[in-house]
Nanobody, 125 residues
Framework: QVQLVESGGGLVQAGGSLRLSCAASGRTWSTYAMGWFRQAPGKERQFVAAISWSGSRTNYADSVKGRFTISRDNAKNTVFLQMNSLKPEDTAVYYC??????????????????WGTGTLVTVSS
């Protein structure tokens, strides 16, 4: 069993930065691929970024490439999403996700085993 708790959301002006954290619990967490998704009001949840269990592979949505960076610290059971140059369209609830099936499962977004409860990011113009 893996439990995920996100933190770091908040209100920021356009052009600013935020760093989201996802604290994970569970014995086998470090072997799971991890990812971040987001859901804006009235829209479907969408993929943002993913990272392999070792951290050697990452994948990003086109809309955040060059602005967001995903990383993980397996010793601290934490995954991070550094968000720079934020835009109003980045406003959403951000969810952490974990799956033992590898980064491709997380990127596809279907059948992911574990989800966090989300943290709200609001970017003002």
């Amino acid at each position: 069993q893996v439990q995920l708790v996100e933190s770091g959301g908040g209100l920021v002006q356009a052009g600013g930065s935020l760093r989201l954290s996802c604290a994970a619990s569970g014995r086998t967490w470090s072997t799971y691929a991890m990812g971040w998704f987001r859901q804006a009001p009235g829209k479907e949840r969408q993929f943002v970024a993913a990272i392999s269990w070792s951290g050697s592979r990452t994948n990003y949505a086109d809309s955040v490439k060059g602005r967001f960076t995903i990383s993980r610290d397996n010793a601290k059971n934490t995954v991070f999403l550094q968000m720079n140059s934020l835009k109003p369209e980045d406003t959403a609830v951000y969810y952490c996700a974990a799956d033992p099936g590898g980064i491709s499962v997380v990127v596809q977004g279907y059948g992911i085993s574990y989800w966090g409860t989300g943290t709200l990011v609001t970017v003002s113009s």
